[in-house]
């Protein structure tokens, strides 16, 4: 097991609404990204933060958004849920001295459902 | 662009067989890394391995391995004498050097469900 732990695990909210996502990263590791699963399909990178700022985003729209905290744990946002946002939310956390193509730890994540 | 092609979507073996996942990449950079990564229903991605775009040499971990080809795009993973542990979706990846090398993007294929059956 990794030391990438997110809660909730399972989670369902209705069209409209606003859901807050939790990732408390590996021992070590100052960086987290989070990525969104649809069923059937790889994950697809939302956005990275890393000193409590976001230094790389996919193509989420603005209402896709997160924090990061001075312990490195990290919070995902989503505003105006759509149907469409239902997926398995995952975490992973990495070094970022290590630079890109480093070894990412994932989470268990998070599954999302909208009604 | 970048890209990242698992053609085969599902493969069902019995156990002892081997079996080959196959995986290709699309990438303008000259520096980057390919990734394996196992998803068992659990939900969580386990990472396999890490080979950089300057190390085609193929390596071998107990009943896995991988082989890089360059001149093809390619990096598969063999699965030697297949056990019904094995059996879970793998997602080959991609990172390139975006955002001057700062970010940690992961560019994920489609996954192929292994199905290992006794």
Redesign the interface.
Known sequence: ??GVTQSPTHLIKTRGQQVTLRCSSQSGHN?V?W?QQAL??????IF?Y?REEE??R?NFPPRFSGLQFPNYSSELNVNALELDDSA?Y?C?S?L?QA???????????T?LTVV | AQK?TQAQTEISVVEKEDVTLDCVYETRDTT??LFW?KQPP??????LI?R?SFDEQNEISGRYSWNFQKSTSSFNFTITASQVVDSAVY?C?L?????G???????????TLLAVQP
């Open positions: 097991e990794t960086t990204s990525y059937g399909q790889g994950p697809q990178f990275q890393y230094n790389g996919g398995l995952l992973a990495s970022y630079g890109f193509g480093t070894e990412a730890f994932f989470g268990q994540g599954r | 990242v980057y890394y990564y659990s939900g969580e991605l386990v990472f890490r950089n997602f990846a990172s390139e050097k975006a955002y090398g700062a970010t940690n993007k992961l560019i994920f294929g489609t996954g």
